[in-house]
């Protein structure tokens, strides 16, 4: 579903104002020195704008390590760093040059994929194996009815790309080559009318491991999560407690992601009401099987969250257009960081490498 440059949602906007996931590469550097609960609670992150280069808006990012990230955003572009964004290296796919990369998976510094948005022909994977230099056109949908709005992989050769649901059908491909992909959408429950997902920052999608994956709904129904424990060969569909079946079709879960195979957390909103505080924030200990609603995030809606450190340990940083605040305690407690806004996206490697992106071609770098 669109988010803000949709036709079915722009209106509403405005009224409103990756056996591990390529995310979660290992870190050549070996792990880091201080552990997050001690830094966390001592002092917080340190927040660091860097030049991207681009004054595109940037939706979606993907940490891989310490030095390496993409980011991706509208009018085709795309940027990769290779130093830990001393230095950003802004470019655009040739021949999407009118399409929004709403979602990147970063593989290497080298490798790459990209997600386009948009009705019909306008979804796309494209693929990337020289740093940017070109890009190779794997998948472009051929329903008009069909919306891809965000991906995940498991390894850089298998992962799942997520479509709003069509006739009651979520036409979801899977690839297990890194090359071709193909629809699964047999293998998942029907879709609810008019339920879809959210292209806000690339992440209604997540996947850990070699097998579990997730994706998250919302709409004019009811907000679900949707979890695969073998990789995309069955799904089942479960309720959460956040916001939704607003009339407008525009409220539900924008953004998940998992810290283990069992704990997890996600978040959303309602875009006719961005910046009212509802019961937008839950968190899950088994799986996604069930949910229990957290503390709310206090700018309204999320629309992109990361685990600040994916060992075990329950820190969040999360990111709206109408502010960012982290949380030490998995959504207990938020602090907030005043002065930044319009933030799409946010993606950790680690607590000492993150970053979040956001419009004119913001990027900043969070390390605690």
Known sequence: MRIAASPRLAAAALVAATVLSCTDAPDPAGPDATPLAQAATKRGPTLTPQASGTTARLIGVDAVNRNVAWVSGTGGTFAVTTDGGATWHPGVVAGAESLQFRDVEGVSATEAYLLSIGPGTDSRIYHTTDGGESWSLQFQNADPNAFY??????????????SDGVDGRFPVIRTTDGETWQDIGDNIPAAQPGE???????????????????????????????????????????????????????????????????????????????????????????????WELATPFPFGNVFGLSYVNKSGLPAVFAVARAGVAWSPDEGDTWNELPGYLDYW????????????????????????
């Open 149 to 162: 709005d965000c991906f995940a992989f498991w390894t850089p050769n298998r992962g799942f790309a997520f």
């Open 196 to 290: 879809a997902s959210f292209a806000a920052s690339g992440t209604c999608t997540a996947a850990q491991g070699g097998k579990r994956g997730w994706f998250g709904t919302g709409g004019v129904g009811d907000a679900r999560i949707f979890a695969t424990t073998d990789g995309g060969e069955t799904w089942t569909a479960y309720p959460t407690p956040i916001v939704q079946g607003a009339p407008e079709g525009a409220s539900g879960i924008f953004t998940i992601d998992f810290r283990d195979p069992h704990r997890g957390i996600l978040a959303g909103g309602d875009l006719v009401r961005e910046t009212e505080v509802l019961p937008n924030v839950a968190r899950t200990s088994d799986g996604g099987a069930t």
């Open 345 to 368: 996206a946010v993606s950790f490697a680690n607590q000492n490498a993150g970053w979040m992106v956001g419009g004119e071609g913001r990027i900043v770098k969070i390390s605690f």
